[in-house]
């Protein structure tokens, strides 16, 4: 699973990495280092415009952990935060987002935890690694996002409609492999049009574009276990230690 990420990048550095054409500067996001369910992330998406109807690739801000638009309540979205690649296409959850609700999530790498060896009466332990690209490229991490509508609010309340997102996982390769069996699926630049574009309905076709994850070889550096508790946040939480 992907359940804490890195992201840094300035949303102006991202409308230019990924051609955005429709950004509000008063979603901003402060850098972070510790990314966990239930926060606001960015994400890359593409929309018809209200007036025009014509699609825009837009940069916005959406919470992680995706509610169904059928759910009673956005509690559901702490448990929805990973999509499983093998499943995503048809599990009710996610199938209608995977048709024509896709994204792209920034990141600078992401977290996984392996367990360490303890004695006998002593409580579990856990050691931390951030993973990420060897030659410091940015991922962008496959998701998809969701509308929910919360009934109890009238009509025309902006704050009845909820945006989330989920992040697809796939099967854990070079060092992410060593450390969990799973890990975010990046999509490769030359699949990003096609993964973005909500015209693209067919599941097949879709599926194609979620291959061997992009980025390369990965490292994997053991970090402080500060990063363990999320109300810790600052690049400190990316810093090597000494391996045990």
Known sequence: MCGRFVSTTGPQDLVNLFGVTQWDPAETLA??????????????????AKDTEVIQRQLRVLRWGLVPSWAKDPSVGSRMINARVETVHEKPAFR?????????????????????????????????????????????????????????????????????????????????????????????????DAWLDPTRTDPDELRSLLHTPAGGELTATAVSAAVNNVRNNGPELIEAVAAP
């Not at 972070?32 to 239930?38: G, Q, R, W």
């Not at 332990?125 to 951030?130: A, D, V």
């Open 31 to 48: 850098p972070d280092y510790n990314v966990a369910p239930t926060k606001d992330v960015y994400a890359v998406l593409e929309r018809p």
């Open 96 to 192: 209608r987002a995977f048709a024509s609700r896709r994204c792209l999530l920034p990141a600078d790498g992401f977290f996984e935890w392996t367990p360490l060896p303890v004695a006998e009466g002593e409580k579990p332990r856990k050691q931390p690694y951030f993973i990420a690209p060897a030659d410091g490229t940015l991922m962008a991490m496959a998701g998809l996002y969701e509308f929910w509508r919360d009934r109890t609010r009238p009509d025309g309340d902006p704050a009845a409609w909820l945006t989330t997102v989920t992040i697809i996982t796939t099967e854990a390769r070079d060092a992410a492999g060593r450390i969990h069996d799973r890990m975010p699926l990046a999509i490769d630049p030359a699949d990003a």
